[in-house]
């Protein structure tokens, strides 16, 4: 087993002048022995492909999280099913108890004729219009049918205590120029010209008259025929709550009517003519099995609901790890693609079939035919080629959306777009219509190929007709279904169904190729998801172009591996500098020209004119500006900068995450711009934000991206990682999920994930952030030994880190390096040398002032308040230190009553370059 074992007083990686600047600052590490495992290629399987074991790490991941979510596990696979069955089994009783049997039906007593209502329920309206002219007649008014008209009124009005006009005098009148009127009131009994009249009007005014009454009485051989036809509005007076509603009103006309007639034909006045009716209906037997009729009406709308649960849980489950970059994190560890894809592939079709068998077997235990019947296998295979489709068109959605709630209301509008779909499609006619071989053949494959529950519904129906339970409108009776055998998948429905209506004109396809097309659906959808994760832009905007696959270097791979000198000259010509590097500090300028230098850079990291814009037009905004530099190995590069300097944009662009706008990287012989995915192995990264799986151990993270790198489980890796735990003081809680974590102890994960596979480059975006100083001490210290061989790049806002791990720093602003060098370099640059505070008595203030003046010639004196008093010296000055120094020790004149000493800090020098880049920012060529 390889190992590193360090004391601290055998350091020897810093320069000499360097070392005892830094000891000072490094008080930190312990005097103890420290030691770090190192990653050994014992831990690589050698037989096992690295593609294979990634796909095995991460379906590992997949299943130890759905293990502790198994909750919701549960209620996908088992409780959505039986909640779907328990909802057809209440809409059957529903339909059972609307069609029970009534073997004692109670009489209903007629009443008379009611008020008439207008659109809306408003009392413009006409209860009666009457004439004795029939069809387009010209006759005289008949003083006979208006009599019979005054007894219907009379009578009707004592039965509904009514008092409606029962002098036919002062009825109303209308001639045909009345046609045109519009009725503002309630209207009893109006006399008009003839029947066309009646006809004529009632188009004109819909819903405005509620009776039309046609007289023809004729006298033969003095035997008097009296005859009416009654007008009636059936749309206007239908109620399906009630049973005789429509019925009993045209009888309660009859009825009134003919006691009018036999009153004025009885030829007294004084004569009293009732007729009391009573109605009952004969008693009707209730349809065995009508629930379950009614039932699978709605059976293919809720079990399309089952897989869309798994569908809408799927499109969350992906997306959530693009928003909160966790895939992106596996990604730079050196995951495929391919591998990602691949593994959630295969969850959702354990997940979808497990959900099929139970939905099968629950149906079956509620014994409804559509189960019962069914070939098992057929049953399968429509619930489960159904789900990974739509598992497959989940996928693709994916790769358009970058936020959970986002994607989650797309399966919800979805979910309702597939209720709408359903219920148009359920029906045998429009469904058949559609798969008929006579239809229109580009929009039966369209829907096809693009909709999969286009061909759900499509088997469904096919299913359903023949082996669930059916009702004749003919005879008025249920049909028992027959069994739906597996050789039936092969026949046309008009071959299995016998009553289908106009069967042969169908000429339907066989269910078989609904299956196909359920086959082809999962196809085109998995293969779109893979093409447009590469070429539409992740969050960090990278991408590929949109005819990637039809690269040599796609199907061939492509020799990484790029001379450096050929890249430096290259990179120069293609992406020329858009500064003025004139204007940069000497030190600046100088680490420019190394960089660029084919003969003189042998450093294994190098940036040439990296450049990041954001934006266009007047909206551009330039993060980074033409950036060049080098890092050498057993070297920690510390970026410093403000907010929005830059740094975080240029760790994502050495990454690969980001594209840069221009300018390239090469890392050891690799370009990260024309072959991201080849650095990988040799890259870690800790991003800014803790990217973890809250119900993942610490142990579980370091696996899962040690089988990224390749490893699998065995006791030697074991005891690699927790070597590694133990480093950062998390071995204790190892076994601990990340969501118990304080902030420091996820950035101290984050941090040993990023060295796991001991890579040659590695990112450290703000390491420590949220850490108290004691276990921020631990971390510094394992990087200050784990650097030897390797290139860190360190970004951080804590300068006291800077001073303590930085090899080399450099201060950005406004995307440009405005100071470069070893902390000793720039403090001795841009520091404002030494300071010394004295404190005087204030009656010798002004001779001590002398004093100081005649022993060190050009002090400044930074701070004079009350005898207090701050010097500044600076660096040109150190000769002077020595001898002012022993005169302040020594005290000769008893002028000092304390004083001290105290280097310019890092705090300082950044505060200076970056005060002096807001007056002299550098343009632009």
């Known amino acids: 087993m390889n190992r590193i074992i360090h004391k601290r007083n055998n350091n020897n990686t810093k320069n000499d002048n360097k070392k005892e600047d830094k000891d000072t ?74 069609t029970e049997s009534e073997l004692h039906p109670s009489k209903i007593s007629l009443n008379g004729v009611d008020n008439c209502y207008g659109p809306e329920g408003s009392n413009e309206c006409i209860n009666f219009m009457f004439t004795n002219c029939v069809d387009s007649n010209v006759c005289q008014r008949d003083n006979a049918i208006d009599q019979i008209m005054s007894n219907f009124v009379e009578a ?14 002062k009825w109303e009148n209308w001639d045909n120029d009345k046609l045109k009127i519009q009725v503002k009131e309630r209207h009893d009994v109006i006399h008009v010209p003839n029947g066309k009249f009646i006809y004529d009007y009632v188009a004109e005014h819909q819903n405005y008259t509620n009776y039309g009454l046609i007289f023809d009485i004729k006298n033969t051989n ?46 007294n006045p004084n004569a009293t003519t009732k007729f ?137 509008s979805i979910l309702i777009i597939g209720f709408v779909f359903i219920y148009l499609f359920c029906g045998e006619k429009m469904s058949y219509t559609l798969w008929s071989e006579n239809a229109n053949p580009i929009y039966r494959k369209i829907f096809s190929c693009l909709i999969p529950f286009f061909n759900f519904t499509k088997i469904f129906v096919d299913i359903k007709y023949k082996a669930s339970v059916n009702y004749n409108m003919a005879t008025a009776s249920v049909i028992e279904g027959e069994e739906y055998k597996w050789y039936d998948i092969y026949n046309k429905p008009d071959n299995l169904i016998d ?41 960090y905007g990278n991408k590929k172009p949109f005819y990637y696959f039809l690269l040599p270097s796609y199907w061939k791979g492509e020799n990484s591996y790029i001379s450096d000198k050929q890249w430096i000259k290259e990179t120069q010509e293609k992406y020329p500098c858009k500064i003025d590097i004139n204007k940069l500090d000497d030190d600046v300028k100088e680490s420019y020209k190394y960089t660029c230098s084919a003969k003189l850079n042998k450093d294994p990291v190098k940036i040439i004119n990296l450049r990041k814009e954001f934006g266009k037009f007047r909206n551009k905004k330039v993060a980074v500006k033409n950036t060049c530099l080098s890092v050498n190995k057993d070297m920690v590069l510390v970026l410093l900068g403000q907010n929005g300097a830059g740094k975080s944009t240029t760790m994502n662009i050495i990454s690969g995450l980001s594209p840069s706008s221009a300018g390239d990287i090469l890392i050891y012989n690799k370009s990260v711009k024309k072959n991201p995915e080849a650095i990988q192995s040799d890259l870690g990264i800790c991003p800014q934000d803790d990217i973890l799986f809250k119900d993942l151990t610490a142990m579980e993270h370091l696996k899962l991206y040690s089988g990224l790198k390749g490893a699998e489980d065995s006791n030697e890796l074991n005891e690699f990682l927790n070597n590694r735990l133990k480093a950062v003081q ?139 008093l701050l010097y500044e010296l600076s660096y040109e000055q150190t000769n002077y230190i020595p001898g002012f120094v022993k005169y302040l ?23 200076n370059v970056i005060h002096g880049n807001s007056t002299n920012k550098s343009k632009e060529e």
């Not at 108290?772 to 006291?800: A, C």
């Not at 008595?841 to 002032?849: A, H, Q, R, S």
């Open 25 to 98: 600052s490094k008080s930190y590490i312990d005097d103890d022995s420290f030691e770090i495992q190192l990653w050994s290629k014992d831990f690589l399987n050698s037989t096992t492909g690295l593609w294979i074991i990634q796909l095995k790490t991460l379906l590992k991941k997949h299943f130890i999280l759905q293990s502790r979510s198994w909750k919701t596990v549960l209620f996908l696979i088992v409780i959505s099913p039986l909640i779907v069955m328990l909802l057809l089994k209440f809409v059957s009783y529903l339909f059972t108890f609307l």
């Open 889 to 911: 020790d020594e005290n000769p004149d008893n002028y000092v009553n304390n004083w001290g000493m105290s280097q310019t800090t890092l705090e300082e020098v950044f505060l």
């Open 730 to 868: 998390l071995y204790t809680v190892r076994n601990a999920r990340s969501k118990t974590y304080s902030g420091g102890m996820k950035r101290r994960l984050s941090m040993i994930i990023s060295t796991i596979g001991d890579p040659k480059v590695i990112l450290l975006d703000e390491p420590t952030t949220g850490m108290d100083p004691v276990n921020r001490r631990y971390v510094w210290r394992f990087i200050e030994e784990f650097k030897k061989d390797r290139s860190i790049f360190l970004t951080t806002h804590s300068m006291e880190e800077a001073d303590a791990l930085g090899d080399e720093i450099i201060i950005m602003s406004d995307g440009v390096i405005k100071a470069i060098g070893d902390c000793t370099h720039l403090k001795n640059k841009f520091g404002n040398g030494y300071h010394i505070s004295v404190i005087v008595d204030i009656n010798n203030v002004e001779k001590f002032k002398a004093v100081a003046s005649k022993m060190v010639p050009g002090i400044h004196l930074a701070d004079d308040s009350a005898g207090a």
């Open 276 to 412: 009391n009716i009573e109605v009952k209906d004969f008693p009707t037997i209730g349809y065995e099995g009508y629930g379950e009729v009614g039932m699978m009406y709605y059976a293919p709308i809720v079990f399309f609901c089952i897989s869309m649960v798994i569908f809408v849980h799927l499109l969350s489950s992906v997306v959530s790890e693009k928003e909160t970059k966790v895939r992106y994190s596996m990604e730079m560890m050196g995951l495929k693609r391919s591998v990602y894809w691949t593994s959630w592939a295969i969850l959702y079709i354990i997940y979808y079939a497990l959900n099929a068998i139970f939905t099968i077997i629950i149906g079956k235990l509620f014994g409804y035919s559509f189960f019962l019947k069914t070939d098992s296998m057929v049953l399968f295979l429509l619930f489960f080629l159904y789900g990974i489709a739509m598992g497959a068109a989940a996928m693709f959605i994916t790769t358009l959306v970058n936020r959970t709630k986002t994607a989650v209301l797309i399966g919800i």
């Open 222 to 267: 003095g035997v008097t025929n009296y005859r009416y036809q009654v007008l009636y509005n059936s749309t206007a007076h239908f109620n399906s709550t009630e049973r005789h509603s429509l019925s009993m009103r045209i009888v309660s006309v009859a009825r009134g009517l003919d006691e009018a007639i036999v009153k004025y034909a009885n030829s």
């Open 499 to 539: 009553d289908i209506e106009n069967a042969d004109s169908y000429d339907i396809e066989p269910t078989i190729h609904a299956f196909y097309y359920l086959l082809v659906n999962t196809l085109i959808f998995f293969v779109l998801s893979l093409y447009c994760d590469n070429i539409i832009p992740n969050i």
């Open 156 to 169: 009707n009005n004592k039965r509904m205590n009514y008092n409606w006009e029962t002098d036919y005098n």
